[in-house]
Each structure stands twice: as structure tokens, then as C-alpha cells.
């Protein structure tokens, strides 16, 4: 079986795959994750997976071993307007007032590179999210119990964010964390990965 690497520094996306019960290891893609003049959420999203499973990938392309890399990227769309992670607590307020009452929709990408070739393999999960209409002191108290400020839109679904949140349309709900498994687990597949195989029994 290949080694895996995932080339990410997020708990989230780590924590999502480690539900696998497989081996892999962690890098940090060290990448550029500004956007484009005029780039669309989308492309952003799909751009930025690519380049992080690239970036890695380069690093280990004369290793005996056979190894994939996994990059992921998440974006938020707002009337074409990428919403990306606050950079500080008054990023965070605004972010989270200018989406209040709204439907977002939320690109997450995923990438899978083989480093002996680097043959790429990709897709894209959507997720619509409606959000309430939540006050400002709502805002404050949720930013000040959950922090967070390494989430896309200061969002984070899988805590009290979900309090924000009136509905959830999706087809994997592991796409709004952070990495979606079903598109991922379907390119492990196209290079041969049998996670089956690899998933280990945790005592």
C-alpha cells in the first residue's frame, strides 16, 4: 500500500482522516493562499487544493515508496465574494454580521497526487448552508466560547457554530468540516488505495 501524506496543517482535516483509521503523516504545504485578481470562490478553492498537494508532492518524488499526497482547500461563497478565515476578532464580527439571515454556499476541494509522476486527480463538494438571523451580542458570545478564527467565515459547524446555523443541504457532511471523505476515499481509489485493507483496529 502507498503512503499517504496530508499535506495540511489543520486539526480539523487531520482529525476528519484519522475517522479512517488509517497510517498517514502530516506536512505543511507552505503555500501562497491569496487569492487571484478576480478568481471565483470556486476556482480558489479548487487552485489552492491542487497547489497544496503539488507543493508537497514535489518534496518526495524519489522516494522508493510509493506515495499520495492529499490537499484540501475551503472557501465560502457570498454573492461571488470568497469569505475566507478572519484574520483577527474584528474580522470575524464582520464576516459573521455580513452573513447573518443569508445562504452561503461552501466550496471544499480536494486534490490527490501520486509523487512518483505527479498525476493529480480532483473534486469539489458544495454545501449549502442557511444561516439565522442572529444578534451581535450572539456574535460576541460565540466568537468569545468557540474562537474560530481558523475557520472560513469564523463558522465552525462541528461546535457551537451550529447555533448560527437554521439549515444544512449537503451530500457528505464531513465537506463542511473541512475535507470531504467520500470524494476523498473515491480518488484513494482511482491510484489503488483499498482502505479497507489499510484501516487498522484501534484498541
Known amino acids: 500500500m502507498p503512503r499517504l501524506i496530508l ?3 489543520s486539526i480539523y482535516r487531520k482529525e476528519l482522516l484519522e475517522r479512517l483509521r488509517i497510517p498517514f ?3 505543511s504545504p507552505h503555500i501562497d493562499e491569496s487569492p487571484l485578481p478576480e478568481e471565483s470562490p470556486l476556482h480558489i478553492a479548487q487552485r489552492l487544493a491542487q497547489e497544496k498537494a503539488l507543493a508537497v508532492a514535489a ?3 524519489q522516494q522508493l515508496q510509493e506515495t499520495l499526497v492529499i490537499g484540501s482547500d475551503q472557501v465560502i461563497n457570498l454573492d461571488s465574494q470568497a469569505l475566507g478565515k478572519p484574520q483577527n476578532h474584528e474580522e470575524a464580527v464582520r464576516q459573521l454580521r455580513q452573513m447573518r439571515g443569508r445562504q452561503l454556499g461552501v466550496y471544499t476541494a480536494v486534490a490527490v497526487v501520486r509523487c512518483s509522476d505527479l498525476k493529480l486527480q480532483t473534486a469539489l463538494s458544495s454545501v449549502s448552508v442557511s444561516l439565522r438571523d442572529y444578534s451581535d451580542k450572539e456574535i ?3 466568537l468569545q466560547l468557540d474562537k474560530p478564527y481558523e475557520c472560513a467565515g469564523a463558522i465552525k459547524s462541528e461546535s457551537l457554530g451550529i447555533a448560527l446555523i437554521e439549515r444544512i443541504d449537503c451530500q457528505d457532511p464531513t ?8 470524494d476523498t ?6 491510484f489503488g488505495v483499498d482502505i479497507l485493507a489499510m484501516a487498522q483496529v484501534q484498541s
Open 185 to 190: 476515499l473515491r480518488l484513494l481509489r482511482f
Open 59 to 61: 518534496g518526495h518524488r
Open 25 to 27: 503523516i502530516t506536512e
Open 175 to 182: 465537506a463542511l468540516i473541512g475535507l470531504p471523505l467520500t
Open 140 to 142: 460576541e458570545t460565540y
Open 7 to 9: 499535506a495540511s496543517s
